[in-house]
C-alpha cells in the first residue's frame, strides 16, 4: 500500500497532528489508533490520512480533508470525543494541532 | 529537546514531505539530512521543523516558514537544490510535497 495519500488536486485541508506519547505503556492504545484511523476514514469529506512514528514515542500523523466543516464534524464525533479524552489522561505527554490549508501537492516517483 | 516545533501565532506557512526510502542504503543520506535540518534553520523566515520516521523507511518531515518566498528560496538554495537532486536519483523511492497555509495552532502538555 502507498502511504502516501492519494489526495485531490488542492486546496482541501490537512490537520497536522505532531505528538510524544507518555511513559505509560497501554495496549488499549494501539486498538484505539487503529479503530480512529478506520472510523476516521468513514467521515464524509476525509481523504487521506498519513503517519510516521519514531520508536521513542515522537509521531506525526497527518489527515486529509475536503473542508474546514469535515474537520470539525471529526473533532466533534462522540467516539472520537472519547478517544481525545483517554489521549489527554493517558496516552499523551504532550501533542500540537495545526490546521492547515493546502494549497499545493506534488508527488513524485522514482525508478532507483 | 521538545521535538514539536515552537511556532508563532498563524497564519504562517508549512512544508510537508511525505517520503518513502528507496532500497539502497547509503550512509551519506543520514549526514546530508542532518545538514539539511541544519542548512534550514538558518534560511530567514524558518520557523521550525518537526520530524517521525518509521524504521521500514515511511518518514513525515514538517517544515514551518514566515512565508511563501522564504520556501521559494529555500527551495532554490544551491546546496539544498543538490541534496534534492540526490534525493530523486538515490535516497526516495516517492515522495509527495505539499505547501499549506497554517490557520491554527494548539499545544497541549499534560501531567499524566
Redesign the interface.
Known sequence: M????STPA?PYF?V?F?S?K???NDPEYAVMAARMAELAAQQPGYLGM??????DG???T?SYWAS?EAIRNWRQHAEHLHAQRLG???W???????????????????D?
Open positions: 502507498n502511504p502516501i495519500a488542492p490537512a497536522l505532531t510524544v507518555s511513559s505509560v498519513e503517519h510516521a512514528g519514531n520508536s515522537i509521531a506525526i497527518v474546514l489527554r489522561a493517558k499523551y505527554e504532550r501533542f500540537a494541532l495545526r490546521v492547515c490549508r493546502v494549497e499545493r501537492a506534488d508527488e513524485f516517483a522514482f532507483q
